[in-house]
């Protein structure tokens, strides 16, 4: 007894024609008249009435319906359950990244995941985190990693990366390198360069000035660090950072505590659904990324 033959049995079962039946599973009528023939020899039965022009079920056929619907349901889970810890998953997935990342992690879990599961066509999207978001409670990206100003943004899972505070960052004799430590006063007399609205660093910022009725200068908006970086190098204004990412300009740029802003920036991976076996899977590789590097 194979497959296959269940499957033709059902389908003329259903179809209640031999002609339409062979059209479904895509072989000639002969083939499958031939393959019902050999399932009632080992049987013992026939299985359906064929003196009418409508194949309709014996008593042994409809006995025997329920279980051959069983068996194919059987064998299409298990081939599920296979391919979802193998590189039978197939499919495709959107990516988001927040725009100017530079944590790594992420990349190795791709790349892993892609080792893993070449089936699956991995789409990356770069754009601002409340975008990202949105696109996450649509339906339209799968996962993403974003800044955030609150650990679980309503209406999706969160997995938080990276929670430190904001500094500014300023070149070798600015008047506040003077200083170990500064407030939003401080940095108000001076003009600022920062990521754009919609990031969850210039979230951060904006929430704090606002609870203490304070209007700063954003005089440059860039939303690369790098940008913001080499801006605040030449002078122009004072960076706003991450504590993370401003150490990567040490050799260039003094760090200064924020000190009243407590409300941490978050970097934090998000999902709506693990329905999809891609995207557990996914989301398993970047916990192991995450895990095991240092952003």
């Known amino acids: 007894m194979e497959l296959r033959q269940l499957e033709y049995f059902v389908a003329v079962a259903e179809e209640q024609n031999f002609t339409r039946a062979a059209e479904r599973v895509h072989i000639s009528q002969s083939g499958v008249s031939a393959q019902i023939r050999q399932l009632e020899r080992e049987l013992g039965a026939e299985l359906f009435d064929r003196s009418a022009r409508t194949a309709t079920l014996t008593v042994a056929g409809k006995a025997a319906l329920a279980h051959a619907r069983a068996a194919l349901a059987a064998a299409g889970a298990l081939g599920q359950a296979v391919g979802e810890v193998t590189d039978l998953i197939r499919g495709r997935l959107t990516v988001g990244m927040v725009i100017g990342c530079t944590v790594t992690p ?167 659904s693990t329905h999809n076996p891609a995207v557990r899977e996914l989301l398993a590789h970047s916990r192991r990324a995450f895990t095991q590097g240092s952003p």
């Open 106 to 272: 992420l990349f190795d879990a791709l790349a892993a995941f892609h080792r893993a599961h070449p089936g699956v066509e991995i789409s990356l999207l770069e754009d601002n985190s409340d975008r990202l978001v949105e696109g996450v409670r649509a339906g339209t990206v799968d996962l993403a990693l974003t800044g955030t100003a609150t650990a679980a943004p309503e209406g999706v899972n969160a997995l938080t990366i990276i929670s430190e505070r904001l500094v500014a960052a300023v070149p070798a004799g600015h008047p506040l390198t003077r200083r170990r430590q500064v407030t939003l006063r401080d940095l108000g007399a001076h003009p600022l360069v920062c990521m754009p609205p919609g990031t969850g660093l210039r979230t951060v910022f904006d929430q704090a000035c606002a609870a203490q009725g304070l209007q700063p200068v954003i005089a440059l908006q860039a939303s690369a660090a790098d940008a913001i970086a080499d801006l605040a190098t030449r002078g122009l204004a004072v960076a706003i950072l991450s504590e993370s990412i401003a150490a990567h300009y040490r050799d260039r740029l003094t760090t200064l505590l924020i000190d009243d802003i407590e409300a941490p920036a978050l970097l934090a991976l998000i999902w709506r």
